[in-house]
């Protein structure tokens, strides 16, 4: 059949014409110059693992500051640089290069593409993004400026002007937080756009758009949202730079500047930012849970438009984030309205996901889990957002634990378990191993148990009027008892993820071989070798539905008769 | 008429399924700032809108919930299956269309209901009557101005009771000194926040007299945490003595001259005014009455004579961060300036 007198495996594969031993150094030189999406799909997610490790550092940390009341564990300014780095770190460092970590990984394989369609952008992205990341960190020693040591930003991750000004925040810790988001923007940026053009222009013969796995359609979707979101971040970045370095006015309100113009900007961004974060999120349960269920997923066309539904409709609902900053009672109106309606697409998503398991053969493996956990954690946070989203009540709930907990649902309950499933999921196809399954199964249950312990606890501190970033509180509020809960739960979750993370490496020389596919799935990263080889796929792989291994293996009852 | 009966009785109903799940938080409420017990009618009104809203997600969660559970439940694999993969059901129009048209109609019936509330209270109409404050938030205290009465004062604020034969709402006008900051005590109105170069408004009507807690609600800075609130609501009578007492210019008594002598000689009066002397300073709270309050530095601390003298001596000591600074006094300077404040009642 083939054209060629060798196959594309006998040309490139080093292994054939170089027995020698490749010295660390030189697989070191190999990850460092690699322009191959899967390695830097996998760059991405050891970089974003680790600092997953730092940020849930922090937060114990935090957490035991606020155990007790009057506590002095923490002094009030590196509390308030542990609740800066935390928030910074969990969205731009963990929760971004994560979910582009997978996309780097699956989008080319799932469409039958060798690569990504501007490799060497991906890898200047990848290292741009890195960048920003130390340089954030690196505040810690260089963010003196005037003032002794260890001057990390302390100003919330939501940095609200005037407080970033160089009037009440001097040295240069604000000036690493604004320079370092703007440069893993640029990072952000570079990968959104390579994913748009890969999906785009290199899927394989036969995949149309309407037969692209939900998991590429959702990582498309996320990258034309990350194009209109990270472009206002870095606008009103560089503008406060503007007024620390040149004199500007933008948000120096003792200049005739607008604290509320900082407030708009950094939401227009915030709130599309969450949906960046949770789409991935979506994407791999809508890989998961079709294949533990035995079933395809409900409602295909559905879940694309309620995707790109979500897409919009998330770009006009940023003011429910300001509720309090004194807008019109028309205007408080109209984002209640928007924002409730972003719960009608996000309710179809989970009814079909409900429908696919229905009629199903459930296999609880630990991928499967962890989107179970997902779906319960994820039906709340909706919940807990509609009551958020009616403003009045908003003005007793916002800034207080109760919109902590709320978007902890999202950000741990939801995103962070289908990272997990994620993981999981995709492992075996990255090493060629399994993770134990009996490790995962301790892992899903401890970090779920010690989730609920932490943030159901925290709706109740809301409740009772417990506003967040403060460093302690006083203990005749009634809020003694629960904060202790609250921090014991943190504890059991920091176990959950040490064992995660004693699975990941020790998996990796000691797990089960893994096969070409473990799961017994249906998209086409499960028909090459594990891990793939540098070309994914010897030959162009030809698809005719959304379930290529499907067909293959049922040629009897092939899905392209079923799908509309 | 009969709608509004079902409403009040789905009302009534879920407050009490509210109450049973909060019960263990009713208990832990002493004076606590709890957003659970209202006490002005904004409040109430949030309340009264937060139980419907929690009746209904409720039943959402019970529903879609228990859909889940009984699908886990249902649908799990089991060893007795037959062989090969359960039958492949890639959608259904209808069911698909029910569910998007059901939401759709619970978004109505939720917006329109709070609607309602947003109106009520954002627009409510200015009585004659009320009471004006000015609220200017500062790194990390509050300024009250009240401006018919030509008295200021900070973090504690005194406001009248509002009853049937008497209704009295206190006005907010709000803004900043420096950074943004929110004004929020739970138990009388959600919060506003306080933004330079930018006036905000806020009402309530406390219904009974008593000590309502609250703290800033906009990360401020560094001692954010110490920026508390108290509002005392005082009767109608209360109200008006205190009043009365914070027009006075400040005492003077010639036992303590030598500690004024040392508060208008050194930077003190820089930063504080004291009614009646040379200190006009505005950029720290008014000490014309400081012994009236009964917590200093925006409750850091309970307003004793060792506390005042130690936070003269050494802000840090309470509030690290906070913009006092050290005055490098002397003991003997420091007695007598101590012995000067206690007099300002």
Not at chain 2, 312 to 329: E, V, Y
Request: with cysteine.
């Amino acid at each position: 059949m083939s054209y060629y007198p060798l196959s594309v495996s006998q040309v490139i594969d080093p292994s054939t014409s170089a027995s020698e031993r490749v010295t660390f150094l030189e697989k070191l030189h190999g990850w460092v110059v690699t322009v191959d999406h899967k390695r830097l799909g996998i760059l991405y997610i050891l970089y974003s693992t680790f600092f997953l490790l730092v940020a849930g550092a922090e937060a114990l940390m935090i957490r035991i500051q606020l155990a007790y009341p009057h506590n002095h564990v923490l002094s009030a300014q590196v509390f308030n640089r542990f609740f800066t780095m935390h928030g910074t770190t969990m969205v731009f460092l963990v929760g971004m290069p994560f979910l582009f970590g997978f996309a780097n990984y699956i989008v080319p394989l799932q469409i039958g593409a060798r690569d990504m369609a501007f490799p060497r952008l991906n890898a200047f992205s990848f290292w741009l993004t890195a960048f920003g990341g130390f340089l954030l960190y690196y505040s810690f020693l260089g963010g003196a400026g005037l003032y002794g040591v260890g001057n990390a930003p302390d100003v919330g991750w939501f940095a609200y002007a005037p407080l970033t000004e160089r009037s009440f925040s001097p040295g240069h810790a604000t000036d690493y937080w604004a320079l370092a988001l703007i440069v893993s923007g640029f990072g952000t940026l570079g990968t959104a756009i390579n994913i748009i053009a890969t999906v785009i222009s290199m899927r394989c013969k036969g995949m149309t758009l309407m037969r692209m796995p939900l998991f590429t359609w959702l990582l498309l979707i996320v990258s034309m949202l990350t194009l209109v979101t990270i472009t206002p971040l870095t606008a009103a970045q560089f503008m406060l730079l503007i007024d620390r370095y040149l004199g500007g006015h933008f948000f120096d309100t003792q200049a005739g500047g607008s604290s509320l113009i900082w407030i708009h900007f950094f939401w227009i961004f915030g709130h599309p930012e969450v949906y960046v974060l949770v789409l991935p999120a979506f994407a791999i349960a809508s890989e998961v849970i079709p294949v533990f269920s035995r079933k395809a997923i409900f409602g295909y066309p559905a879940m694309v438009a309620a995707s790109v539904a979500i897409m919009f409709v998330s770009l006009s609902v940023w003011a429910h984030h300001m509720f309090t900053v004194g807008m019109t009672s028309v205007s408080n109106a109209f984002f209640t309205l928007s924002t409730m309606l972003v719960g009608v697409p996000t309710g179809i998503k989970i009814f079909n996901w409900i429908a696919t398991l229905w009629g199903g053969r459930i296999r609880f493996t630990t991928p499967m889990l962890f989107c179970i956990g997902f779906l319960f954690q994820f039906l709340i946070a909706g919940l807990t957002g509609i009551m958020l989203s009616v403003s009045p009540w908003d003005w007793q709930l916002h800034n207080s634990y109760f919109v902590i907990a709320h978007f902890h649902y999202v950000l741990v309950g939801a995103i962070v378990f289908c990272i997990f499933a994620g993981i999981y999921y995709w492992y075996p196809k990255a090493t060629g191993r399994l993770m134990s399954e009996t490790l995962g199964k301790w892992h899903f249950w401890l970090f779920t148990i010690g989730f609920h312990i932490t943030f159901d606890t925290m709706h109740c501190l809301g409740l009772l009027g417990m506003p967040r970033s403060i460093y302690t509180y006083q203990p005749d509020r009634g809020w003694n008892f629960l904060n202790l809960v609250v921090s014991v739960g943190g504890l059991i979750q920091g176990i959950a993820v040490l064992i995660f993370a004693y699975n990941f490496i020790v998996s990796y020389w000691h797990g089960e071989v893994a096969g070409d596919d473990p799961w017994d799935a249906w998209t086409l990263e499960w028909t090459t070798s594990s891990p793939p080889p540098v070309y994914n796929f010897e030959d162009e792989p030809e698809v005719h539905s959304r379930r290529p291994l499907w067909d293959l293996k049922h040629p009897d009852d092939p899905d392209w008769e079923y799908e509309s | 008429m009969q709608t509004r009966h079902a409403q009040r009785l789905i009302r009534r109903r879920s407050a009490s399924a509210w109450l049973l799940l909060t019960s263990p938080m009713l208990i832990a409420q002493g004076t606590t700032p709890s957003t659970l017990a209202p006490a002005s009618t904004p409040a109430h009104q949030i309340f009264d809108l937060s139980v419907f809203v929690v009746a209904i997600t409720g039943g959402i969660f019970l529903v879609v919930g228990g859909l889940l559970a009984v699908a886990l439940y249902r649908f799990r694999a089991r060893k007795t299956d037959p062989l090969g993969e359960p039958a492949q059901i890639y959608g259904s129009t209808q069911v698909e269309l029910a569910w998007t048209v059901i939401p759709v109609l619970i978004v109505v019936v939720l917006f329109l209901t709070t609607a309602r509330i947003i109106f009520a209270i954002q627009d409510a109409p200015k009585p004659k009557t009320a009471l004006d404050v000015t609220v200017v938030g500062h790194q990390f205290w509050w300024e009250f101005r009240y401006p018919k009465y030509g008295v200021v004062t900070a973090n504690e604020l005194h406001i009248p009771v509002s009853s049937a034969g008497a209704p009295t709402a206190t006005f907010l006008k709000l803004t900043s000194a420096d950074v943004n900051h929110s004004f929020w005590i739970p138990q009388l109105a959600g919060k506003t926040d306080l933004i330079a170069n930018h006036v905000n408004t806020m009402w309530m009507d406390p219904q009974k007299p008593g000590l309502y807690l609250g703290q800033c609600a906009q990360f401020c800075g560094s001692q954010h945490a110490m920026m508390l609130l108290r509002v005392y609501v005082d009767t109608q009578e209360q109200f008006g003595a205190w009043i009365k007492n914070q027009q006075q210019p400040a005492p003077q008594d010639s036992a303590v001259e030598a500690g004024r002598t040392v508060f208008e000689r050194q930077a003190c009066m820089n930063c504080h005014t004291i009614s009646g002397t040379a200190a006009t300073g505005r950029f720290g709270p008014d000490l014309t009455h400081v012994m009236s309050r009964s917590t200093l530095a925006s409750g850091a601390m309970d307003n004793t004579p060792a506390n005042l003298r130690q936070w003269i001596k050494s802000p840090d000591t309470f509030k690290r961060g906070a913009l006092m600074p050290a005055m490098q006094l002397t003991d003997e300077q420091l007695d007598k300036v101590t012995a000067y404040l206690e007099t300002l009642k």
